[in-house]
Structures are given as C-alpha cells and as structure tokens.
C-alpha cells in the first residue's frame, strides 16, 4: 500500500492500464458523474478549463469541441495511454507535471475540475494553492470525490483493500477540505454529496469494470457484483440496465475578483 504524498502517480504508474481498458470497455458507464461535475457551469466557446489529474482524458468527450482544455495528469503511464488512444494528436493537450507546481500561468484558466482522484493525495493544500493561483479572478473550482463518511469511501478502503494486492487507503473530503480551500484563498465555498449511479447492461459487467478499474486482482468479476450489490446496491433504470449506486462529494469554489 502507497500512502505517500505522491502515491496517485505510484498507484497509477503500475495499474493505469487496467483502469483505461475499463474506460475503453464501457466508456458511458460513469456518464452521470462526467455530467454532475459540469452541472450549473457557465461554460462557453474558448473557456479555458484545466482537468487534474486528468487519466486517460476521459472529460474531454463531455465538453464542447470549442473550449480550450488542458489536461493536467502525474502519472506517466496514464500519459501514454492518452497518446496511444484516440486522443494523440488532440487538440486539447496533456502535460505532466507535480501537483505543487502546475505548468501553466498565474490567472490563466477560468474553469479547473478534479474528479475522483485527489484522495490518493494525502496533502492537498499544495494543489490547491496552485490552482487558485491558475484561475484567472472570478474563475470557478470544481471538486469530486468521495466523503469521508461515505458508502463509496468504506467500500474502497474496507473490501476494494483487501481484494488489491497494492491495497487501498484514501484520503477522503472532509470539513478539513474545505478550510483548506479557504485558507488558500478560495471564497463562495459549497459542498454537497449527490447521488447518482453507473450504468452497466448486467450486474456482472459492473463487477468487471470495477475489478479493473480498482485493480481488484483478488478476486472474480462474480466476486466483485455480489459485493457491490450489499455494500452498494443496484437498481432497474428505466431504459432496462443496472444502475449501481455511486456517491460522490462536490465541492464547488471560487477565486474572487472576476
């Protein structure tokens, strides 16, 4: 088990490629949250948005073609994925870089977003002093990941811990989170957990994708459905797939000044 301040880019430097072969198998399964972090933005031609840590690029496909978006990751094999993938060659680029110290200019982003990466970060309060540094005054932060007290946290570091072989430990938003947030300068602060679910055609895909996608090497993808149907729960959508159901916490802030 990783439990380093760097340890997103240890974690993912060895097991990213199961995570984007999940991606690339069922790439609309987690359309609901990709939605819900984009939720009441103001987002217009030529926004300049920035997505830390960004994965495989996986945000890109939820935005506009005319915003200008800068993928932000630390982990090199995820970078490599995204160059072999259909995004070589985008027009949105990847850089790599250290969460404490972001390749871009003071005030020059107006949008920034983080989705369910930053709780293998043990201390955020250099990435979010950067990140007030590169939004532009009156620019908007946008936070997700699990809650500390959350079904989503217990399920990962109880079960999802004991069936990786690296292990799972996270460090999970909290009202510590966002006195951090505040304390780098960050103003209009809210903070909510929605609920929401990932889609699959049957209970056993959605073992699958998250044996792949939380490096569950312990257990089956039958395994892995029976344990997300008791922790987690399951329902009938509408259209006739399975929803499994997913909670993440958003933290919603702003640089003041605009």
């Not at 790439?27 to 972090?37: K, Y």
């Not at 933005?41 to 073609?65: E, F, V």
């Not at 946008?142 to 004991?162: C, I, K």
């Not at 089956?220 to 797939?241: H, M």
């Amino acid at each position: 088990m990783f439990d380093s301040a760097d340890s997103y880019q240890n974690i993912f430097n060895q097991r990213a490629d199961a995570y984007h072969q999940a991606m690339l198998n069922w790439p609309d399964a987690r359309e609901q949250e990709f939605r819900a972090i984009l939720q009441g933005l103001d987002i217009r031609a030529g926004t300049r948005m920035l997505d830390i840590p960004a994965g495989g690029g996986y945000l890109a496909s939820y935005l506009p073609d005319n915003v200008r978006l800068h993928h932000l990751e630390t982990s090199e094999l995820f970078a490599r994925l995204f160059d072999q993938h259909c995004h070589s060659g985008s027009r949105h680029p990847l850089s790599l870089c250290s969460l404490d110290h972001l390749p871009l200019p003071d005030n020059s982003i107006d949008i920034a977003l983080s989705l369910a990466g930053l709780h293998h970060t043990q201390d955020k309060r250099p990435l979010f002093a950067e990140l007030y540094r590169c939004l532009c005054p009156g620019g908007t932060l946008v936070l997700a990941d699990a809650h500390a007290d959350s079904a989503t946290a217990r399920f990962l570091d109880g079960w999802v811990n004991t069936h990786n072989s690296m292990g799972h430990h996270g460090w999970y938003f909290d009202q510590q989170t966002t006195e951090q947030l505040r304390n780098s300068g960050f103003d209009d602060i809210k903070a909510a957990c929605r609920n929401y679910h990932w889609h699959f055609d049957s209970a056993l895909q959605a073992g699958e994708y998250c044996r792949l996608m939380f490096g569950i090497d312990r257990a089956e993808a039958s395994d892995v459905s029976e344990v997300l149907a008791r922790e987690l729960g399951f329902d009938r959508l509408t259209d006739g797939r399975i929803g499994l159901r997913w909670q993440l916490h958003f933290i919603t802030a702003c640089k003041s000044g605009g």
